[in-house]
């Protein structure tokens, strides 16, 4: 049986890959330092993404609209503040020109 869960998963399936071949060509061309650790904490962050939206969603088809709207608002704050102070932590570790 093919449920919208299903759906869901397979438009994310869709969309991580090539995010993944754009997030390598982005970091080469903005000549960023990045390591595993950082690709590391870059993936964290993506996963809580998706696992936010999803969970919000699941709890709107539940029926708790309310309820999924206040947690997206909430995961919502908490993924900008941790996406900003991730993007502050690739940009300071930037290469310098010369090398």
Known sequence: MFTTSMLLMLIIGLV??????GAVTLAKDM??????????LSGLWYSFLIFSVYLCF???GEGEVAAGWKMLLFLGVILIVLGVGL???LLAGRMSEEN
Do not use: D, G
Request: aromatic share 18%.
């Open 16 to 21: 991580t890959v090539p995010l993944i071949i």
């Open 31 to 40: 000549r960023l330092k990045m390591n595993w650790w950082k690709w590391t």
């Open 58 to 60: 699941t709890f709107m």
């Open 87 to 89: 993007i502050r932590l």
